[in-house]
């Protein structure tokens, strides 16, 4: 707590982060509970990640409870929140980060590959959301604990404005998170429910490992990249900090890129 009385912690919040097994979800589960939330740490499949992101959270001291769900189906969702105040009482945050990629040609790709990935990065999202709002609204103002009556921040990606072929399912998924995401928070910033987004570039997690871990992929890569390095987990989730607290109390229906400049086009740097 500053001078100014802004809290930049979520102590006595808790936290819901979905697809919090690797990559940036855990990254932001981590750094959560470091900042004092009681950290609800969902998986789908991965049971020894989600151990393992407690296991950091509980070492450094915080608190945390892994809730098995699988996002795109409605009533996992439900029971994931239910879960979640059963453990700790009530939600004050979501981050929406369960996501995944089915790549192929578009004329190579199968119905099947299309509709698993919009089920998961948007439709997921949308029922998490959706039952957050439910959850914030039936439970009212905390104004003791944070000023909003709840936050929520999806992690979308700069492929929600940039066109990425061979991928036309993941970039569909989140050009239509940014409009889902706006038209949320247009929906409830009268009822101080603050909806977000974040929008990573290149984050080195296992998803993208082909294009950090071989030497020349990762020369290609960073020269889509300004700022000269690959994003790291913890990049994001110091995003998803701020946007999560006080801090941020009067922003919605924004999207935060974090990409080290890789939205700034920059094959024009040269004059094009």
């Known amino acids: 707590m500053g001078e100014t009385g802004?809290?930049?912690d979520l102590t006595g919040q808790t936290a819901i982060v979905t697809g919090a097994s690797s990559g940036i979800g855990a990254g932001?589960?981590?750094?959560?509970?470091?900042?004092?939330?009681?950290?609800?740490i969902n998986y789908r499949s991965s049971e020894d990640g989600a151990r393992e992101t407690l296991r950091a959270i509980e070492d450094a001291g915080g608190t945390g409870r892994i809730v098995q769900a699988d996002v795109s189906q409605e009533g996992d969702v439900k029971r994931l929140f239910e879960e979640a105040c059963d453990a700790f009482g009530t939600v004050h945050v979501l981050i929406a980060n369960a996501g995944l990629q089915r790549d192929a040609p578009a004329h190579e790709m199968s119905l099947a590959d299309w509709k698993t990935v919009l089920d998961v990065n948007l439709t997921g999202q949308?029922?998490?959301?959706?039952?957050?709002?439910?959850?914030?609204?039936a439970r009212g103002?905390?104004?003791e604990v944070c000023p909003a009556l709840g936050k929520i921040v999806c992690i979308s990606s700069v492929h929600q404005f940039i066109p990425w072929s061979g991928r036309v399912n993941y970039a569909a998924s989140k050009g239509g998170l940014l409009l889902m995401m706006q038209s949320l928070a247009q929906e409830y910033a009268g009822e101080k429910i603050r909806i977000n987004a974040i929008a990573p570039g290149a984050i080195k997690t296992a998803i993208n490992r082909s294009s950090w871990d071989d030497p020349a992929e990762?020369?290609?890569?960073l020269d889509l990249i300004p700022y000269g390095r690959?994003?790291?987990s913890e990049d994001v989730a110091r995003?998803?900090?701020w946007l999560a607290s006080d801090a941020s109390d009067y922003v919605t229906g924004?999207?935060?890129?974090?990409?080290?400049?890789?939205?700034?086009?920059?094959?024009?740097?040269e004059g094009g």
Do not use: H, S, W
Request: with cysteine; glycine share 10%; proline share 5%.
């Open 6 to 8: 802004i809290r930049l």
């Open 254 to 269: 924004e999207t935060l890129v974090v990409d080290g400049g890789m939205a700034l086009y920059p094959g024009f740097r």
């Open 126 to 137: 949308f029922l998490c959301a959706r039952e957050a709002i439910r959850l914030f609204r």
């Open 218 to 221: 990762r020369e290609k890569l």
């Open 28 to 40: 932001i589960a981590r750094l959560f509970g470091r900042a004092g939330a009681n950290v609800v």
């Open 141 to 143: 103002p905390v104004p």
């Open 239 to 241: 995003a998803a900090l």
């Open 230 to 232: 690959i994003g790291e």
